[in-house]
Each structure stands twice: as structure tokens, then as C-alpha cells.
């Protein structure tokens, strides 16, 4: 089965990438299986976050905590590229945990325009680096 993305999720992405604009940034997408229902923002504790993203810890392990107390499972992460494109930049590939993760990437189509439309892409971030992923948007 394709991957899943709620509008609300897709939404949410876009929204922190706006507003974090000229910033990366990031958070943790939610849900179960190959469908993400939740993308919820996070701190960018990154000691320069106008080019580089690290999702919060303290945000990260309360997620896992909550996936293991019944809550939705965190399939993976989201950051934006303010000013570059929506695939994984050599930074991205080198901090990679290659953990089977879901990366979602968020880029404006228009060079440095914040406000305007943002393109998102998947990623499979596999044992052998990161493969394009497929999506379907769904009501949500």
C-alpha cells in the first residue's frame, strides 16, 4: 500500500515551514502502518537553524513514549529547506539514521518565497541511504 498522508498533516507541514521561514523547520510525523495522520512541529535545536534541523529530544522521546502507551506510532520526520529543494541534501544523507523512517521535506517552488506554494516529498530512509516515496493525500 502507498504511503498516506492526511490534508491535516500535509498542512501542518507546510504551516512550520512558513512560519519557521528563513529557519529549517521540524518535527515528527504520526500515525500508523503507511498512514501519517499527524505532523506535529518541534523546536529546531540546531546551533544554526537557518541551515541545519534537529528535531528536539525531549519532543522526540515523548512521542516514543506515547507510541508505547497506545498512542500513534512515530513513522518518521519532517523538516523544510527554506531555500533549497524538497530532497535529501548531503547533510541530510550524512546525519541519516538509516533506520527505515519515513522523511518527509518540505522547499518553496518559488526561490526564498515563503509565502507562497511549498512542494513536499517522501523518503524512505533505508539500510543503503534515502528512496523517493510515493504519496496519496487523504482527507483527514
Known sequence: MPLQIDTSAMAAIIAAAQEAAPAEACGILLGSGSHIEQAVRTTNVAQDPLRHFEIDPAALIAAHKAARAGGPEVLGYFHSHPNGLARPSTTDASSAA???KIWAIAAPLSDGQRDK????????????????LSYAIIAG
Not at 506554494?117 to 523517493?132: L, Q, V, Y
Open 98 to 100: 538509516h533506520d527505515g
Open 117 to 132: 506554494p511549498w512542494a513536499i516529498t517522501c523518503w524512505h530512509d533505508g539500510p543503503n541511504g534515502f528512496e523517493a
